[in-house]
């Protein structure tokens, strides 16, 4: 596995993503994007909703457009709905379906198709670098690994600003891990999402601090019928027990298009909003300890997440009893190894007496590098 590219000088075109199964119509759409200059992605359908929404744009054909609205791919722009021939009304209904916007009759249409080439020839937006931790299971470290990472990002100005997501709503609040759960600020129950945006910089003014350069964005910790730390009372962004995927999207989208680092601490919630953080990732990495059990555990999450996203990578936390090797973890899982670390020393105490830091080397640091070097940030 290949570090993500951090997006920056030239402008790169994402390729655009085939997805049509005839193999005349699928050879009309090879040739018009050879003349447009356009590099393209063919698969068919089902594809990932990483693939379908990182993709410069999509071309499909009425079947695949019929899956993917069935799917729940979600709507974006730049979805062109290819037809040999003149289009019918299921081909116009299957369109509307999966809201293309626009039909282009092949091979006579084919003008039509190289402006819609043009016309999405520009880089996505954001220079921000998104980063999914998941555990394998309770107690594996993710939140732990999360919150170093940010820290560590925040600490070498991988970007400008980091923001640390807490994707957990029953694991007690990520500000807890940083020390921070005193410090005034917005939490998730606190958060109220209009229209599906909001402002990076409202987002960063408004989150607690967990250090210079970086705001936190902590699930609170709300009684049914109660009110959190802040006195507030849960709305229409986080209910007490529960984040909405539109408020987690609108959250991470923010901070992406912003340029920022973002750090999402899936640990190991399942669900809508779980989903949205992995779709969302530009790496998604896998916290193991390297026990038997956990191993086992592990094998059924690392095939989640690589049918959810295929840029996935493994950390394999020590100590091992067994003597289980990290290489010897990730060739069972068949995932890439970022780093194999053992255990630290003292780590449990400083978490309950004050807080996490890594300021001094250790292994929680060494895998908080790793991760980010995997997403292009030098040591």
């Known amino acids: ?20 199964r005839d193999e005349r119509l699928r050879a009309e759409v090879r040739r018009v994007a050879a003349a447009a200059e356009r590099v393209t992605d063919e698969r068919v359908m089902p594809v990932g909703r990483h ?48 809201g293309a916007e626009r039909v282009v009759a092949l091979p006579t249409g084919a003008v039509a198709l190289v402006e819609q080439f043009a016309e999405h020839a520009e880089s996505r937006t954001g220079e921000g670098i998104v980063v999914a931790v998941v555990g394998a299971g309770g107690g594996a470290g993710a939140s732990t690994l999360a919150a170093a990472t940010a820290l560590r990002g925040a600490a070498r100005r991988v970007r400008r600003d980091t923001v640390l997501i807490d994707g957990a709503p029953l694991d007690g609040g990520i500000d807890l891990v940083l020390g921070m759960e005193n410090v005034p ?17 409202a987002l960063h003014n408004a989150l607690p601090a967990g250090s210079p350069g970086l705001a936190v964005l902590s699930c609170g910790r709300v009684r049914p019928g ?62 193991v300890p390297a026990r038997l059990r956990s191993i086992a555990a592990a094998e059924v999450v690392a095939a989640y997440l690589s049918e959810r996203n295929p840029n996935c990578g493994l950390i394999v936390r020590g100590p091992a009893p067994g003597g289980l090797r990290g290489a ?52």
């Open 226 to 287: 109660g009110s959190g730390p802040t006195g507030s009372v849960p709305v229409d962004g986080c209910a007490s027990t529960e984040l909405s995927p539109a408020a987690v999207r609108a959250v991470i989208e923010s901070g992406r298009d912003a340029g920022d680092l973002v750090v999402c601490d899936v640990s190991s919630e399942r669900g809508p909003a779980a989903d949205a953080m992995l779709d969302a990732a530009d790496l998604v990495v896998l916290v």
């Open 328 to 379: 010897e973890v990730a060739e069972l899982l068949g995932l890439p190894l970022l780093a194999a670390v053992r255990g630290q020393a003292g780590l449990a105490s400083r978490l309950e007496r004050g807080g996490l830091s890594v300021r001094r080397r250790g292994p929680l640091r060494d895998a908080a590098d790793a991760v980010l070097a995997m997403v292009g940030a030098d040591a």
């Open 1 to 20: 596995m290949n570090p993500v590219p951090m997006r920056s000088g030239s402008p790169q075109i994402a390729p655009a993503l085939v997805l049509v």
């Open 185 to 201: 600020g917005l939490r998730w129950p606190d958060l109220i999402i209009e229209d599906g945006r909001v402002s990076a910089a």
């Open 51 to 98: 693939t379908w929404a990182g993709a410069g744009m999509v071309i499909l054909d009425t079947a695949a457009a019929v899956a993917a609205a069935s799917a729940g791919c979600p709507r974006r722009t730049g979805v062109v709905l290819v037809t040999e021939g003149e289009p019918a009304v299921p081909d116009w209904q299957a369109a509307t379906a999966v």
